[in-house]
């Protein structure tokens, strides 16, 4: 008989010695990509902080960009843009190499490419996004880095401090790093005096909220603190459906959430309710977007979700960039005995495209009205290294018609 105690890592009485990593299901012939349930540790749903200012939430470039700028990409057609998440964790410098690529990047690309902004898709700091940790792993981070950078929260973001790993702060509310920073009252305070980095906090109206460009739309959504799972309340999930119904049908759409739908990684799999709460969203508006993005696996995945409407079908691409600065890469499931080799068919109407589990990089997003091109960048950490990335993959998504081409 197997020893049940080593291989699932629980005891008797609830002792527990570790968290088995999750398998391929079918006897490891196939790749599991989402999760059902909560594991343990579970942290309950952590209240919502006041938004500001009333629904629905709204946010334009134009806040934090000049006129000059706003006619610069108007005039040439298209818009470019960092994303990635999972960026601050103290333990080590790797945060710090990828923002040297993004540096890098953003400097040497031409004057009418240049990133208009930095997309964070959450864990901005690690591991309850402590007030006191954003001076050296935020701001000094991203010290040269010279666009803005707008934010949703991670399920790190809103923990709350875990007494098994010190003292608790008696003062700590979730989310109020994140709300300091990131939901400002004054958009012009420095967010970090001991540092001497320049960037100021940024005034969001919402820890979920819509971002509104002249080339795409981009719908942020909160998934609150689960490790394992996203949870929304009504009050969101009706905003959601709402916002997806506004949003300008001409321009390219592109939601955000922390949790990501799908993920064949061994730590962390997709969470069936994001995925639920998406696509019964989409079907009920009639609205799709072409691209979703997300962070907490710390890898790059990107997958193709082929969804059958009205005897034809279009594809709604799934991108997780969650290797933006966690010290500790994840890797996906095994499949009898190996990596998946990409394209990998998951099942009927889901195919994993690419994805990249030795390196940390970043997602470059360049939209115009007809298309959104992305280039993944990315490189093998190096201690105390500043160099450019190399394009590891790079997917075609044409607004008109969903069509994603890897190129």
């Known amino acids: 008989m197997a020893n049940r105690t080593y291989s699932t890592g629980r005891g008797a009485d609830r002792r527990q010695s570790h968290q088995a990593p999750r398998t391929a299901t079918d006897g490891g012939k196939k790749l ?14 952590q209240p919502l902080p006041t938004p500001n200012g009333p629904a629905p939430y709204r946010y334009s470039l134009a806040r934090f960009l ?23 964790d103290f ?16 400097t040497s690309l031409p004057a009418q490419r240049k990133p208009a ?6 864990d901005v700091i690690y591991f309850a996004g402590d007030i006191d940790d954003y001076g050296n792993n935020f701001y000094e981070t991203y010290e040269n880095y010279p666009a803005f950078i707008v934010a949703i929260p991670g399920n790190h973001d809103c923990q709350p401090d875990d007494p098994q790993d010190g003292p608790v702060d008696p003062n700590k509310v979730p989310l109020d790093g994140w709300v300091q920073n990131f939901m400002a009252k004054d958009p012009s305070n420095l967010g970090s005096q001991k540092t001497g980095a320049a960037r100021t906090q940024m005034d969001l109206p919402n820890v979920y909220w819509t971002f509104n ?99 034809a079908s279009f594809d709604v691409t ?31 109407g889901l195919t994993l495209e690419q994805y990249d589990q030795e390196k940390f990089g970043f997602l470059r997003l360049e939209i115009t009205k007809s298309k959104i091109t992305g280039h993944y960048i990315a490189a093998p950490y190096v201690a105390g290294a500043t160099q450019a990335g190399e394009i590891g993959d790079s997917f075609e998504i044409d607004v008109r018609t969903h069509a994603v081409t890897t190129i």
């Open 213 to 311: 460009t002249p080339l795409a739309t981009f719908i942020g959504l909160f998934s609150n603190v689960g490790e394992t799972q996203g949870e929304f309340h009504q009050d969101q999930i009706d905003w959601f459906k709402a916002e997806l119904a506004a949003a300008d049908p001409d321009l390219a759409l592109v939601v955000t959430v922390h949790h990501p739908p799908y993920s064949g990684d061994t730590q962390h799999t997709g969470s069936s309710v994001v995925y639920n709460m998406l696509f019964s969203a989409f079907a009920a508006t009639n609205r799709y977007p072409h691209l979703i993005l997300s962070g907490h696996v710390h890898n790059y995945q990107r997958f193709t979700k082929t969804v059958a409407q009205d005897n």
């Open 66 to 88: 000049n006129s000059e700028d706003i006619d610069a990409i108007n005039h040439a057609g298209v818009m470019v843009l960092h994303s990635v998440g999972d960026t601050g």
């Open 91 to 106: 333990r080590g410098q790797q945060k710090d190499f990828v923002a040297g690529m993004m540096t890098e990047d953003a």
């Open 117 to 122: 902004f930095f997309y964070h898709l959450g």
């Open 32 to 45: 599991h990509v989402q999760t059902s349930h909560f594991v343990d540790p579970h942290y309950p749903f």
């Open 318 to 348: 799934c991108a997780v960039i969650g290797n933006g600065g966690y010290t500790k890469l994840g890797r996906l499931q095994k499949i009898e005995g190996a990596y998946p080799a990409a394209p990998y068919e998951v099942e009927d």
